[in-house]
């Protein structure tokens, strides 16, 4: 393949179906259906192609790919390769026979979600009655069959306020690495900033008790955190930079640069039914519509950063300025930082706005670009 380096990780959604409906899914807002999903044999190959493209890690993840029948079957053809394989799961499918089988199989690590520390809040955002105490019980058995657990904990105003036992909890379900994942405000969590946005006191405050945290648990868990881009300064090389180290394959075989992507009007996505990965990889008009530094434009073209912030994410620069190949406005450079400033702040004091629930229904209106 011609000098475009290969990517390390692959996400492959192997399922939008979930028993979960979480109001910041990242999945996008349509979802693909059941009847499109690609089948066993569709899937093998994208990983065989996976394998010769130079994928070195695969995140098998959905939706919940627990539903995925063939789950066991992915895992060895991964592990056959040699590929690292992470399953992204929300713990309430697989019981511990399955995992010993899937362990069987080869796989390697385990992420598992959670939604809060107590147990009626994490079901209500969950949208599932019983998914907290099944977590749990989910995460001993992958403690007690040895596989490596990473936690990952998506944070926002309903839970914000007990994040510290939250991270206590990761720690005492014996997780190797806890993700403290502020809320991306794409997709679902678009439609539901008003319900999930917090305070800047309540994110300053999350963020001092989570640097206690990294320093009281080292050694222990890692814990991984980053300022949410609502009130950050500079932006984050989404996705390691465009195009740069990894793609994500949709459970009807569309390849994406980022889970957001399909949001751009106008990209034109490959999917794996007609083309190879390390084709759609190298030439697919998605993959290369933001690909390096060349596209940037002022005030990024002549900053000193971009080289490390690769222009910051092309999704919230749509959903914020209307246009992609605007400045992130997560950058105090961007003309929209303080739209972007003002919205959080405006949606952060909002009361009274039920979460709109993650459901295979298209909604009948879609997040608006607000630029
Ligand atoms: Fe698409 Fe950031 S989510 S570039």
């Known amino acids: 393949m011609n000098d475009i380096p290969a990517p390390i990780g692959m996400l492959a959604e192997l399922t939008h179906r979930c028993p979960l409906s979480c109001p910041y899914c990242s999945n996008p807002v ?15 190959r994208v990983f065989d192609e996976a394998k010769a493209l130079g994928v070195l890690q695969v995140h098998l ?21 040699g590929i690292y394989t992470n399953l992204i ?43 907290h105490l099944r977590k749990m019980a989910f995460a001993r058995h992958v403690r007690e069959q040895g596989f490596p657990l990473t936690v990952n904990l998506v ?26 994942a502020h809320v991306q405000y794409y997709g679902w969590a678009f439609v539901n900033r008003a319900s999930l946005m917090p305070e800047w006191p309540q994110v300053e405050e999350a963020l001092k008790v989570t640097a206690e945290a990294q320093a009281r648990l080292k050694g222990r868990m890692v814990i991984d955190s980053v300022t949410p881009d609502y009130y950050a300064r500079r932006p ?26 399909e949001t751009i009007p106008g990209l034109e996505f490959w999917t794996v039914r007609d083309h190879s990965l390390a084709d759609i990889w190298a030439n697919a008009p998605a993959f290369n519509a933001f ?24 999704c919230q620069a749509l959903a914020i300025a209307g246009r992609a190949e605007a400045a992130d406005p997560a950058c105090e450079k961007s ?35 607000v630029g």
């Open 30 to 44: 349509e979802l693909d259906a059941r009847q499109g999903e690609l089948s066993t044999a569709e899937w093998l």
């Open 61 to 81: 993840s959905g939706g919940e790919p627990g539903l995925r029948r063939d789950l066991e079957e992915i895992v060895a053809r991964c592990a056959e390769h």
């Open 89 to 131: 799961t929300s713990g309430v499918q697989i019981d511990e026979a399955r995992l010993a089988r899937l362990g069987d199989a080869g796989l390697d690590h385990v992420q598992l979600s959670i939604q809060d520390v107590e147990i009626g809040p994490a079901d209500e955002v969950a949208g599932m009655k019983g998914a």
């Open 155 to 180: 944070v926002h105003r309903g839970n914000i306020a007990r994040l510290g036992r939250a991270i206590d909890l990761a720690a005492e379900m014996g997780a190797k690495r806890l993700e403290v």
């Open 236 to 261: 984050k090389a989404c996705m390691g930079g465009w195009g740069s180290r990894a793609l994500n394959v949709t459970p009807a075989g569309k390849v994406l640069p980022c889970h957001a992507a």
């Open 291 to 314: 690909r390096g530094t060349d596209w940037i434009e002022e005030p990024c073209s002549s900053c000193e950063i971009k080289a490390s912030c690769r222009g910051g994410c092309r």
């Open 335 to 369: 003309a929209y930082h303080e739209v972007l400033r003002d919205m959080a702040r405006e949606d952060a004091v909002q009361r009274g706005h039920p979460y709109r629930y993650r459901t295979m229904k298209t909604p009948t209106r879609d997040p608006e670009p």
